[in-house]
């Protein structure tokens, strides 16, 4: 079984509307909590990572929760735009620095 | 600076054949993994190496091998390939070994395509 579960696994939205993607994981001992995202054909590229303390991290529009003690992670897109379109991917690394990845959420934003 | 490089960017080859990726991290990484992508599976971990020593190693079969040089380049080998084995290979570099806060820069990946 997946130790890292990302939901939805795809979704639509219209632009300048906003959106939260969920991952649940049951990586232990846990390290860090990473968001990727990954346009179609290029590599992904990090949004935010977040150790066992911090509840909160933002970048521009993205901003990423962790709960540690129940093991969930979401990320929520503020006013979307078309350039959001990827897939967003959910990465737990544990204390051996083992990268346990999530499926990935495929986000289409439409005008 | 220059991100992580990967070449070639697509190849095509048949069953049996073997074929080598090769990437470049950014100059000062000195820890590079390598992934597979797929539809069906995602990204899963292949192997990490830092300073020419494989450091973690994914469930692959041993068909999949790497090796980092002493400049941190490295190369993946996947030997008597198989119609699975098409895939998007990543490569990504970090400053330090993967555990700890270190943002990890991915390549444009290699897209290998066995007929």
């Known amino acids: 079984k997946n130790q890292v579960e990302q939901s939805p696994q795809s979704l639509i939205i219209l632009e300048g509307k906003n959106c939260t993607l969920q991952?649940?994981?049951?990586?232990?001992?846990?390290?860090?909590l990473r968001w990727y995202k990954q346009d179609t054909g290029r590599g992904p590229v990090s949004l935010t990572i977040?150790?066992?303390?911090?509840n909160t991290k933002s970048n521009g529009r993205y901003t990423a929760t962790l709960d540690a003690d129940t093991k969930q992670s979401s990320l929520h897109i503020t006013a979307s735009q078309l350039s959001d379109s990827a897939s967003y991917i959910c990465?737990?690394?544990?204390?051996?620095?083992?990268?346990?990845f999530g499926a990935g959420t495929q986000v289409v934003v439409t005008p | 600076k220059a991100g992580v490089t990967q070449t070639p960017r697509y190849l095509i080859k048949t069953r049996g054949q073997q074929v080598t990726l090769s990437c470049s991290p950014i100059?000062?990484?000195?820890?590079v993994s390598w992934y597979q992508q797929t539809p069906g599976q995602g990204l899963q971990f292949l192997f990490e190496?830092?300073?020419?020593?494989?450091?973690n190693k994914g469930n692959f079969p041993g068909r999949f091998s790497g090796r980092q040089f002493s400049n941190s380049r490295s190369e993946m080998n996947v030997s008597t390939l198989e119609l699975g084995d098409s895939a998007l290979y990543l490569c990504?570099?970090?400053?330090?070994?993967?555990?700890?806060?270190?943002?990890?820069?991915f390549g444009p990946g290699t897209r290998l395509l066995v007929l």
């Open positions: 990504a570099s970090s400053s330090r070994t993967s555990g700890g806060g270190e943002t990890q820069y």
């Open positions: 991952c649940n994981y049951t990586v232990s001992p846990f390290s860090n």
């Open positions: 977040m150790t066992f303390s911090e």
């Open positions: 990465v737990v690394i544990d204390s051996w620095g083992k990268f346990q």
């Open positions: 100059s000062g990484h000195r820890s």
């Open positions: 190496y830092f300073s020419e020593t494989q450091r």
